[in-house]
């Protein structure tokens, strides 16, 4: 059955299983694989080591619903991202600017300990740690990636405009974002990139 343009669309229930990592009720999924992510991390020596020994699980994958498409519709999913480092650096997402760069998301934490790294094209950085329980409101104009401090999957589950898309390119031209997020032993810290050299306007 087709919906007339304009005609309200049925109601939709997701469940999550942060555990399993999985987003019953959603109708899209892709995962990111070591081998996809050649370039995202500073230490290509040890990225090179960690591909030789690559088992071909996914580092992280996303299931999610899109049910209207339009400027008023929503996308709902969660992302589920393994623990593990490459050098110093914990494993995330690629990383993003909303290709309406204006469009606001909220992540919610499901599960495990992350942090939330945020950039503006001028400047500023923002590193914010999520346990079970915390949302944070990304606003508009906010170039965010998801690291996985913790040792066990962390979870999140997003809500963001139907009509707001993904910018993967600016992050790579810039030579990686600004900050990084590093292992300080027992913990996570930020540490400058060198090889970022600012975000094109
Ligand atoms: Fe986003």
Redesign the pocket.
């Known amino acids: 059955m087709t919906t007339p343009p304009g005609a309200p669309v049925p109601p939709v229930k997701l469940t999550a299983d942060p555990v399993a990592g999985r987003l019953s009720g959603s109708n899209g999924r892709y995962e990111k694989h070591l081998a996809d992510l050649n370039g995202i991390y500073r230490d290509a020596a040890a990225y090179d080591r960690l591909l030789a020994a690559d088992d071909g699980a996914p580092v992280y994958w996303v299931e999610a619903s899109e049910t209207e498409d339009g400027p008023g519709g929503l996308i709902t999913g969660i992302s589920v991202l393994e623990p593990g480092r490459v050098g110093d650096e914990f494993f995330m997402t690629r990383g ?1 600017l ?1 290709a309406r760069a204006d ?1 606001s ?1 909220v992540y919610t934490c499901l599960a495990g300990q992350g942090v939330m790294l945020l950039e503006t094209v001028d400047g500023r950085s923002e590193a914010i740690e999520m346990s079970v329980g915390d949302t944070v409101y ?1 606003p508009g104009h906010w170039v ?1 990636r998801s690291v996985n401090v913790g040792s066990t999957r962390f979870v999140t589950m ?1 809500i ?1 405009p139907a009509d ?1 898309g ?1 910018d993967y390119g600016l992050i790579h031209d810039a030579g990686g974002m600004k900050n990084l997020v590093v292992s300080s032993g027992d913990g996570w810290t930020t540490r400058a990139n060198t090889d970022h050299e600012g975000y094109r306007a």
Do not use: D, G, L, S
């Open positions: 993003h909303h469009r998301e990304v965010h997003f963001y707001a993904q």
